[in-house]
């Protein structure tokens, strides 16, 4: 089965401008993350869907970023305006079910550099 | 909060040889345990999970990793290191209530001819 795809792979912006990623998730699958993983750290959750409904958006800063999953199948999530701490790969996520016991299965992330 | 301390950032081996990665944690429930691993490039891959069931757990490619509650340790270790698996590998705690991976801060394994 194809796996979680994201676009595009690597994206360098300069601050103050605007960026948006795309994912498209394993056919099926009800939940979708979006983690934010920056050099030399774990992978942190930023948003969570369940179908097309955020489940969990406590660590997303609001103020310049958002995330949309319209029909519950590919999702986006944009930064707007960029700063240079938001340099860092954006990871999606998918599972067939919501709950840290179901496997999730990750794209190979967007690699976004803000200069 | 649940959380987990990989204790090393870095691991070399030689092929041939055992494997150990660390891993602690903190939970003030009964914790789920997942090691990850990340090759360059590629995405996350799941390598084994523990779910409160046997204490010892065996994952793909040779990795398995043991649950000790008296210690909170949930330590990676493979017999024999290929040098396919350098790569970054990840300890991740999930309350079950929480239902929200948490993930360490990684332990990157070199293996070397």
């Known amino acids: 089965e194809a796996g979680v795809a994201q676009s595009p792979r690597y994206k360098i912006i300069e601050k103050r401008q605007s960026v948006a990623f795309w994912c498209n998730p394993i056919s099926g699958h009800a939940t979708l993350y979006w983690y934010q993983q920056i050099l030399g750290q774990g992978p942190k959750l930023l948003i969570q869907?369940?179908?097309?409904?955020?489940?969990?958006d406590s660590q997303l800063p609001k103020d310049r970023f958002s995330a949309e999953r319209l029909k519950g199948v590919d999702s986006t999530l944009k930064i707007q305006p960029a700063k240079l701490e938001d340099s860092a790969v954006y990871l999606c996520?998918?599972?067939?079910?919501?709950?840290?016991?179901?496997?999730?299965?990750f794209g190979p992330g967007t690699r976004l550099t803000v200069t | 909060a649940q959380s987990v301390t990989q204790l090393d950032s870095h691991v070399s081996v030689s092929e041939g040889t055992p494997v150990l990665l660390r891993c602690n944690y903190s939970?003030?429930?009964?914790?789920?345990l997942f090691w990850y691993v990340q090759h360059p490039n590629k995405g996350l891959q799941l390598l084994l999970k523990?779910?409160?069931?046997?204490?010892l757990v065996k994952g793909i490619n040779g990795f398995e990793a043991e649950f000790k509650k008296s210690e909170t340790s949930f330590h990676l270790t493979k017999p024999s290191a290929h040098m396919s698996d350098a790569a970054e590998y990840f300890c991740?705690?999930?309350?079950?209530?929480?239902?929200?991976?948490?993930f360490g801060t990684g332990t990157r394994l070199l293996v070397s001819p």
């Open positions: 991740v705690v999930s309350d079950p209530g929480f239902q929200k991976l948490v």
């Open positions: 996520a998918s599972s067939p079910l919501a709950g840290g016991l179901h496997e999730q299965y």
């Open positions: 523990y779910t409160s069931a046997a204490t």
């Open positions: 939970s003030s429930y009964s914790p789920s």
């Open positions: 869907f369940q179908n097309n409904g955020v489940v969990d």
